[in-house]
């Protein structure tokens, strides 16, 4: 049981360790100095938050839009952002763990699903409820997604899936026993309302039909190999790190590149033919079948399908920056004076237009502008 | 031999009749809490909207009886589902809702045609039901599921079901219909051995969310909750268990006090009102209404047989001029308790006219109705509702049952602690051996028969010494049951049915997952092929029907606390209701047993089982 944890905590904490250390990146296309911009993308006054101004920790692993409320999962607690304050919720409220790694919020109930690094917690009108793999039927205590379905609640863990039904108080345990999951290490789950992704740490993505109760898995096709022999043949990596199901489309983001799956065909990003700034994806959220956010560790890109916008802190100097990518490979920066905390992107949610980024060096808040 | 050696021979005679003939009694079949005769039990009522007709829910004969509220006649009985619990009128008052606990339905009566017209798939045990002021949605509270079920009248689907606390039973509506509150008749899981906790679970009807818990510290049973018509002040009914001292003595409200809470803006908070005398209780608060003016309070004590009349002003005056909590303090009543009024046998719904002039009062366990005049306080008469004059030995049992007039000062019956014949999720400290010795679960109560001997440490080998010596001696410290009433009630206690089991499947088969736990529970081997020593195979303690074998073992869950590590081996019937677990209630969940109190598998052979293996067992455990 403390090999998975402390395997978690190295996954979790090497790269927030080596966030700080920006390098200059070379755009792959080529760079257009001209201030004007011919193709609307959308542009953000950035306000963020750090322990300077409320939160309990400048790590933040997941953000959680709720109406006007918002949740930022830290290091060192969960926050709340609410009115123009900040109310912290730590273990010794009820949360299963400072370590907070997930969150997702019951539109019907208004309840939160809390994922940590020692159980899965559920807030429902200031109550909290800690499920862990000792007091429940929870497969383990380090809790990397959460997804509510209904009644169902998924999670990913570090050793395989959960579902609690929450009616019947019923879990159900998905692993390399009952699924084609070779390893065991899910990251990620997202949900829909006929099927289920999960990202698994080197088996790729794995698709469960509600209706036949059956697992598929998608894997790369290139098994073991670093290279793509074909673009587009399947996914990019079975490393997976995040997925998104959304308009019946599967978004899925690996440490070696992103994946776009419409059910037939599959469309691949790299840095070397897309305007991703990395091929480290640390979080993909599909906004429609054609559109996505893309939290890297060299920054937030935004896909339009066709067009590409970056935001982050320049690698080499620190200052804002943006630019955008046209279908063409041409780069056009645009003069920006906000930028996010860090370019190191962990989660992202959506307020209306407003973008809200979890960063490995505080919470950002992407205020659109016109 | 001495005249007094004859009358103790006679005594132990009598004893030992009483003990074989707790033993031979036949496993009485029922077909609802206290068996299938005819008494209706009415238990809770509501009126119309336009006051001329009272319904009123019998839990007993599964019946909704129309009333004419002018005269107290009987209109109409009216077959619903299977033991009813209360009842909810649409605001045009052409449907009456009536929770099934036994069927997880709600029956939805057409008032033109009196006539049941569907049934509506609510939660586990379905107790109280509102309807939101649309007459378009159903807030039903679900005991046993612990949740608010919120339910599409016009399609019968359940939208959400909203998590309330452990034991969800009672609702209450307020006037402009922007909120519901719940109340629960047992206390939040908590840490062990710490103040029992308790909540109202405040939903928004407009959002139909839950927004807010109003925690209860020191409140473990929970009963009617009323809010009044401007909205300004709620009333809760509840009891505060002393369940972390031992009983040695129970003076001064030391076993159980009986309470209110008030909340809302009148109340500016939570305040929580004794209603006890210092020299006599009143036992297991139970209905609650506020007059229209919000002059007074209205709160029946079940136990005692009484309904409690409260000036509101002078309850929230002297209430605002006490700085520290008073709750425990017994001359306090005196300050705001208008009246007493007798009323019948196990006094439990209150419903109030629409004028607000008349209080009606279910007499639950002598099948009437009482009549109070609110004006003057007085109970100005009694509605026969027509059940058998005969008094039967079962219903004389659970009279006793309900009584309190046995305990000293008329503290507290049996079913303070088994909540409507079931459990109260609490330890009690019960042994007169020590603070913190020997602490003690409170099991349910239901499918006695062939469970014996009782007790924890298995020392009460009959229902008879259980009930009788046993009682008298450790909880009553007054009265004692006659040899004739003691048959009555061990009669009553034996005649209680195993409640509906949720987890199996309608046709009463397996699941997958209950089918593999199965195997493991039966198993002899473990998964390397080892053989599994008899005494270490789940059936080989939990065996039989009751899943008893009825012997003692040390499972290694003693604790320095203990006495002995010797446990009763418990019967598992409903087992998964009654969390937590273990003799002293140490395992939070059924999971705990073995994933934290059996390291050295003393309690079962299960170190070899994935934690997959593990919840299928569970999954198993629960359909028992």
Known sequence: MKLPILLALLFVTLPLATAGKSTTVKHKGKTNAAKTVAIAMPRFRWENFSTMNGLPNNHVFAVLVDGDRVWAGTEDGLALYEGGKWKVFTPADGLAHRVVLSLAADKRTGDLWVGTMAGLSHISAGRIDTYTQLNSGLSNDVVYGVGVQGEFVWTATAAGASRLNTRTGEWSLYNERNTPMAEIWTYAVSVGADKVYYAVWGSGVLEYTLATGRWKDYTDPDGENELVLFKDQGLIHKITTSVSYVDNTLWAATYFGDSHYDGRSWQNFMTKDSGLPSNFTNQVKGLDARRAWFCTDKGLAYYDGVNWAVYRPALDTGKPEMYIRDASGKITPVPVETAPAHNYMLGIDFQGDDVWVATAKGLSHGIRQK | ?624
């Open chain 2, 1 to 624: 031999m001495k005249r007094g050696s004859g009358t103790a021979l006679t005594l132990v005679a009598a004893a030992v009749a009483m003990s074989l003939l707790s033993v031979a009694l036949p496993h009485v079949q029922a077909n609802g809490p206290g068996g299938n005769d005819q008494y209706l039990s009415p238990s809770e009522m509501a009126f119309s909207p336009d006051g001329r007709l009272l319904y009123v829910v019998c839990e007993r004969s599964d019946q909704l009886l129309v009333l004419n509220a002018k005269d107290g006649a009987v209109l109409q009985r009216i077959r619903v589902g299977h033991v009813p619990r209360t009842a909810a009128v649409s605001p045009d008052g052409r449907q009456v809702f009536v929770t099934n606990s036994w069927d997880d339905t709600v029956s939805v009566v057409d008032t033109t045609t009196n006539a049941v017209t569907r049934a509506i798939t609510t939660g586990a045990e379905p107790y109280s039901v509102v309807v939101d002021r649309t007459g378009k949605t159903l807030y039903v509270a679900n005991r046993i599921s612990s949740d608010v079920s919120v339910i599409d009248i016009a399609t019968g689907v359940e939208r959400k079901r909203l998590m309330a606390g452990p034991g969800a039973s009672y609702l209450a509506m307020s006037a402009d219909g922007s909120r519901v509150y719940c109340s629960h008749v047992y206390p939040r899981i908590g840490a062990q051995r710490t103040v029992p906790q308790s909540e109202v679970t405040v939903i928004d009807t407009a959002r139909e969310t839950v927004v807010e818990r109003i925690l209860l510290d020191g409140v473990a049973g929970m009963f009617h909750v009323a809010v009044s018509t401007d909205g300004r002040l709620g009333v809760a009914a509840q009891m505060r268990p002393k369940n972390l001292v031992p009983l040695a003595h129970v003076e001064h409200g030391w076993a159980f006090g009986h309470s209110l809470t008030v909340f809302g803006a009148d109340a500016g908070g939570t305040i929580e009102v004794p209603l006890d005398e210092l020299e006599h209780y009143y036992s297991l608060q139970y209905g609650v209404a506020i007059a229209p003016d919000k002059s007074r309070i209205f709160v029946t004590a079940s136990g005692s047989d009484v309904v409690t009349v409260i000036d509101t002003k002078r309850l929230l005056t002297f209430a605002h001029s006490r700085r520290k909590p008073f709750v425990n303090d017994l001359s306090a009543s005196a300050n705001y308790v208008m009246a007493r009024i007798a009323v019948g046998k196990n006094p439990r719904g209150v419903a109030m006219s629409p004028d607000g002039k008349r209080l009606y009062v279910a007499n639950r366990m002598d099948d009437t109705l009482s009549v109070i005049d609110t004006a003057s306080n007085k109970s100005v008469g009694t509605l026969d509702l027509g059940g058998p004059k005969n008094i039967s030995a079962l219903r004389r049992g659970e009279q006793l049952f309900t009584t309190s007039r046995y305990a000293f000062q008329g503290q507290f019956s049996c079913a303070n602690c088994h909540i409507d014949s079931t459990f109260d999720g609490l330890t009690w400290d019960l042994e007169p051996d020590g603070f913190g010795k020997d602490i003690v679960d409170n099991r349910l109560i239901e499918d006695l028969s062939g469970t014996e001997p009782f007790k924890w440490n298995g020392g009460n080998a009959s229902m008879s010494a259980e009930c009788g010596s046993r009682t008298e001696m450790y909880f009553y410290r007054s009265q004692s049951y006659t040899p004739n009433e003691l048959a009555d009630l061990v009669d009553y206690i034996y005649s209680l049915p195993p409640r509906p089991n949720r987890f199996r499947l309608p046709d009463g088969q397996l699941t997958a997952a209950q089918e593999r736990g199965k195997a493991i529970f039966d198993r002899k081997m473990n998964k390397f092929g080892k053989a599994i020593p008899e005494g270490n195979q789940c059936g080989y303690c939990h065996s039989g029907p009751k899943h008893t074998n009825q012997k003692q073992f040390n499972v290694g869950t003693g604790k320095w606390t203990d006495r002995s590590p010797v446990f009763d081996t418990p019967q598992l019937v409903n087992i998964a209701l009654t969390a937590p677990y273990l003799h002293d209630e140490s395992a939070r969940s059924l999971e705990e047993i073995w994933t934290v109190f059996n390291p050295h598998e003393q309690h079962g052979a299960t170190n070899d089982l994935t934690k997959d293996e593990l919840n299928d067992l569970i999954q198993y455990l629960r359909t028992l």
